[in-house]
């Protein structure tokens, strides 16, 4: 960078010069030197990321609130806000460590083409950086409610699935005492000797169920 060009070269192409190129052929700045356009290309690009942060803001509002509601989790969705917010991070910690470098340095001894605002452009990107951090944060906790919900959630299944296996298993006992294949099985010779069998099936459930209820297993 000279005090009357900046040249700069990326990958990929910034969004915010073809912002700051907008900026000032529509006349909202006016430019005396080219850290001036320096500037102006690092406030387009803070203020990109603003944007993303507050779109990245409303979406988590929206993830907590269907938290709160207890409708379905949007797990994949929260994944991709905190990875997001980990980006953002990593792009602001690299300008923020670029401007504290300049603001220490000081730039009197520079033209006044060369001279840059560093310290209002770091304060700029360490508010912002403040806010992804809390975002991050903010994902980090609603990431430990939705596992808390989850295995609340599986709890209640095995729950479920433990009382209606106890309930089952001496029915199936009793069904599988009266049927193995040996001599001298009672009531194999009785008329109602299925009714019977049936009843203790049924007796048996019963009989664990109130047992369980007694000792607190669960209530009605």
């Given at each position: 960078?000279?005090?009357?060009?900046?040249?700069?070269?990326?990958?990929?192409?910034?969004?915010?010069?073809?912002?700051?190129?907008?900026?000032?052929?529509?006349?909202?700045?006016?430019?005396?030197?080219?850290?001036?356009?320096?500037?102006?290309i690092?406030?387009?690009?803070?203020?990109?990321?603003?944007?993303?942060?507050?779109?990245?803001?409303?979406?988590?509002?929206?993830?907590?609130?269907?938290?709160?509601e207890?409708?379905?989790?949007?797990?994949?969705?929260?994944?991709?806000?905190?990875?997001?917010?980990?980006?953002?991070?990593?792009?602001?910690?690299?300008?923020?460590?670029?401007?504290?470098?300049?603001?220490?340095?000081?730039?009197?001894?520079?033209?006044?083409?060369?001279?840059?605002?560093?310290?209002?452009?770091?304060q700029?990107?360490?508010?912002?950086?403040?806010?992804?951090l809390?975002?991050?944060?903010?994902?980090?906790?609603?990431?430990?409610?939705?596992?808390?919900?989850?295995?609340?959630?599986?709890n209640r299944?095995?729950?479920?699935?433990?009382?209606?296996?106890?309930?089952?298993?001496?029915?199936?006992?009793?069904?599988?005492?009266?049927?193995?294949?040996?001599?001298?099985?009672?009531?194999?010779?009785?008329?109602?000797?299925?009714?019977?069998?049936m009843?203790?099936?049924?007796?048996?459930?019963?009989?664990?169920?109130l047992?369980?209820?007694?000792?607190?297993?669960?209530r009605?």
């Amino acid at each position: 960078m000279t005090d009357r060009y900046l040249v700069s070269g990326r990958h990929r192409h910034l969004s915010a010069v073809e912002a700051a190129r907008i900026a000032i052929e529509s006349g909202t700045h006016r430019l005396s030197h080219a850290a001036s356009l320096l500037e102006l290309i690092v406030e387009q690009v803070a203020d990109g990321i603003d944007q993303v942060a507050d779109s990245m803001a409303d979406e988590l509002d929206s993830i907590e609130n269907q938290i709160a509601e207890g409708s379905g989790l949007e797990r994949s969705k929260l994944a991709r806000l905190r990875r997001g917010t980990v980006r953002l991070h990593r792009q602001l910690s690299g300008l923020r460590a670029a401007f504290h470098r300049l603001e220490r340095r000081g730039s009197d001894d520079l033209k006044p083409g060369l001279q840059l605002a560093a310290s209002r452009l770091a304060q700029r990107l360490d508010d912002l950086d403040h806010s992804v951090l809390e975002l991050r944060e903010r994902g980090s906790r609603l990431q430990e409610e939705m596992s808390i919900m989850m295995a609340e959630e599986t709890n209640r299944h095995l729950y479920v699935l433990t009382t209606l296996t106890t309930l089952l298993l001496p029915a199936t006992l009793v069904t599988g005492v009266f049927g193995m294949n040996t001599k001298a099985l009672p009531l194999t010779e009785t008329d109602s000797g299925f009714l019977i069998s049936m009843g203790l099936v049924l007796g048996a459930s019963v009989a664990v169920y109130l047992l369980m209820r007694r000792i607190g297993v669960f209530r009605l």
